[in-house]
């Protein structure tokens, strides 16, 4: 495959762009993200639910791509990440794709569960820019990444928006299959914070963020205990220099039920606020936070393959 610059070991064409250090070749067969070379997407759009700096007004231009190198098995995108719904398209059309979401109106250009297409989408950004891309770019990722490959975004990427899921071995084993989660994530961070050491917010534009690292942590069911862990961790390591995301809007999804019975409760509304009492104890000061019911089956797009189309759309007349 083609790495656009991303060194993946003696042999190029060797997938190890992530932690799953796979070392397939994806232009014949897939890894553990299940995905091969070509890239999918299953949602290009502008999306209002991201945090208020990210999706403001105008939304967010985001781009979902299909598979996942992480897999939980909670996870709420399950249709793509896992079911691998989506359409195939070339890094020629992503980059169009990233300047019709410009057109559209888009604060930003919102790459979802990108990490292994990272050379791809470093070509399609490369293709946009020349025609005129000048919106900040979000990397939202799981956070299991490896460090290399976020090393070769250096200057692509104005805005990390990685989770932090666990502190937990027991927890990242059982619930992602990644008992190396903590160590893989937290030297992720660290090179997102390196390459992006402070915030930069847009005054003129009701406070969208033209650079910076938002961390998000969802809560899970029974997980407050580990939850704390993790913005203790956070806020011990980076102080105000990152934004903690604390969420809420875990929602079970039928196929966790038989195996995980433990999952297949919604996050009670008392849990949140402990959570949120505990930040705001230690003193986190750069939180979001979310406001009402804990669990709504809105947060979840619908994957309907909107703006995916794999040509772009004819001009009418
Ligand atoms: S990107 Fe996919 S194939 Fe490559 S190392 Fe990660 S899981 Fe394996």
Redesign the pocket.
Known sequence: MDNAGVSMGKEDRL????P???G?D?SRTV???G?TDEIRIARAALHMWEEPCISGNAGSGTVFFSGC?LRCVFCQNYGISTLRQGTGISAERLGEIFLELQAAGAWNINLVTP??YVPQIIRALDMARRQGLGLPVVYNTSGYERVETLKALEGYVDIYLPDFKYVSAQLSGKYSGALDYFDVASAALAEMVRQVPAALFDAAEDGRMLKGVIVRHLLLPGCLMDSKKVVRYLYETYGDRIYISLMSQYTPLPHVAQKYPELNVKVKRKSYNKLVDYALELGVANAFIQEGEAAKESFIPDFDMAGAEPEPKPELD
């Open positions: 997938c190890r762009l992530c799953r250090n796979c397939v994806r890894g553990f993200c995905m190198t990490g292994h």
